[in-house]
């Protein structure tokens, strides 16, 4: 019979990049052997509105699992409870990504919190970030709200957790901010709103790689170097046999295309951005 309160469902998001660096997340030793680890949909017992003051608003509960397979995967903690490290719930919408951070005892999670137009009407959608420690689920204290991200990844060059989005239909919207404090470092826009974004993780270590895939941009590159904070453009390749010369590459205004966020968010929003987020149980 499942454990009360443990009733496992799905695996929500998977941990993207090397998952084997997580303490305790597969065997030791075990060389050549894949380590997968994922955070777990679990059902809330009825004991949740106890730990939790007798709260029984809606809330998604999730936690940490890891296997050699997506078929093996098993809990790192067997009977996770409310009010017990293994097992973490919010009360807005359930994870939808997991990334490795700068350190090796937290990752970030990441979800959509939900639409409150008649406590923020004016609010634009919003992707949430918290670092949490793994594997016991218990918040950093670290967390912000950013313009909605399709995509979200760890850059281990710069230490920095990306996220994609879009502004509007008129341009792809890039964050970057410490994968440890969450502390929002730059923006970048790129003249394109549909592209593919080539991401291998060792290759395109410190830079963002987009192919234009709409016009007039078909083919055109867009380089972003998280190093040096600056964006390039590059023409598409000529066709085969052209006489064409080779793609012109050039690296477009800072005052247009790059923005400093350093300093922009002090204490009080970032307490503001957990609260809209809402906060990940047990805290």
Request: glycine residues 10%; aromatic residues 6%.
């Amino acid at each position: 019979a499942a454990a009360a309160g443990a009733a496992a469902t799905h695996v929500a998001a998977l941990v993207a990049g090397s998952a084997g660096q997580l303490p305790g997340a597969c065997a030791v030793g075990l060389r050549g052997v894949p380590c997968y680890v994922g955070v777990q949909r679990a059902e809330p017992s009825a004991a949740a509105g106890d730990a939790t003051g007798g709260d029984s608003a809606p809330r998604f509960c999730h936690r940490f699992v890891s296997g050699t397979s997506m078929s093996a995967m098993t809990p790192l903690v067997s009977e996770p409870t409310p009010g017990a490290t293994g097992y973490g719930c919010l009360r807005t919408a359930p994870i939808n990504s997991v990334v490795l951070t700068g350190r090796n005892d937290t990752v970030v999670l990441s979800w959509e919190p939900g639409e409150q137009p008649q406590l923020e009407p004016r609010r634009r959608p919003a992707t949430c970030l918290a670092a949490v420690e793994f594997p016991s689920m218990r918040p950093t204290g670290a967390a912000v709200a950013l313009d909605v991200a399709s995509t979200v990844l760890f850059d281990p060059a710069t230490s920095s957790i990306i996220t994609v989005g879009f502004l509007g239909n008129a341009a792809i919207v890039i964050h970057e901010v410490d994968s440890v404090t969450l502390r929002p470092r730059w923006r970048y826009r790129l003249p394109v709103s549909v592209a593919w974004l080539l991401h291998a993780s060792r290759s395109a270590e410190g830079y963002l790689v987009f192919v234009g895939s709409e016009q007039p941009f078909v083919g055109t590159m867009f380089v972003v170097d998280l190093r040096r904070s600056e964006v390039f453009e590059q023409d598409p390749p000529p066709p085969i046999g052209s006489s064409r010369r080779k793609p012109r590459r050039r690296r477009l205004p800072r005052t247009m295309f790059v923005e400093s966020l350093a300093g922009e968010l002090p204490p009080s929003r970032q307490r503001a951005d957990a609260g809209r987020c809402g906060s990940i149980l047990p805290e």
